[in-house]
């Protein structure tokens, strides 16, 4: 069983320059709040997959990988949700080797595992979380679920720009 942790000690691996390690971890993904609505990461905590390769000049390559639901509203239809997020995230962490070989989930030699999960899950987000792909949404003026009602219609309404045409009584 994956061992559950918000943070993650390199340093007792010792790992020689060239030598790599994967490791099996849980870390928790708190609720996230998109817009109005409030939505739960499933399964809670998240078993990730940690790759851990040690660069010559004491850095680190790392690489995240986990799959986890999000689970909430249709952003449509407002009808239960729980798109599958893959996430795949890497790292670099080379001391002294300038502001983009340092990462900023390593503090010496403590990777800060659950930001990271966390973050790079927040990425790999879709801009809209719906129900299914070809989600139709709400009818804007009733409501109706136009998955449940395909062929959902409203009469239009007279066009205002002939409204005193209206009020002429002919006879």
């Known amino acids: ?7 993650f000690d390199l340093g007792p691996l ?4 060239g030598e790599a390690r994967r490791i099996e971890l849980e870390t928790p993904l708190g609720p996230f709040a998109l817009g109005e609505s409030s ?8 078993p990730v997959l940690l790759d851990i390769s040690r660069m010559t000049g004491h850095g680190y390559a790392l690489r995240l990988r986990f799959s986890a639901a ?7 239809c407002l009808e239960p949700a729980a798109p599958r997020i893959d996430v795949d995230a890497r790292e670099v962490e080379q001391p002294g080797g300038g502001e983009e070989l340092e990462s900023p989930y390593v503090d010496g ?4 595992v659950r930001q990271w999960a966390n973050d790079a899950f927040v990425l790999a987000l879709p801009a809209l979380v ?4 070809d989600c139709a949404g709400l009818c804007a003026e009733c409501g109706a679920n136009l998955n449940d009602e ?5 009469e239009r309404p007279p066009d205002p720009r002939w409204a005193k045409l209206r009020e002429l009584k002919l006879d």
């Open 130 to 133: 719906v129900c299914r792909p």
């Open 109 to 112: 030699e403590v990777l800060d």
């Open 39 to 46: 939505y739960a990461v499933v399964p809670d905590p998240v």
């Open 150 to 154: 395909p062929a959902h219609e409203h």
């Open 14 to 17: 010792k790992l020689a320059a």
């Open 70 to 76: 999000l689970e909430g509203p249709c952003m449509r």
């Open 1 to 7: 069983m994956p061992a559950r942790t918000d943070a």
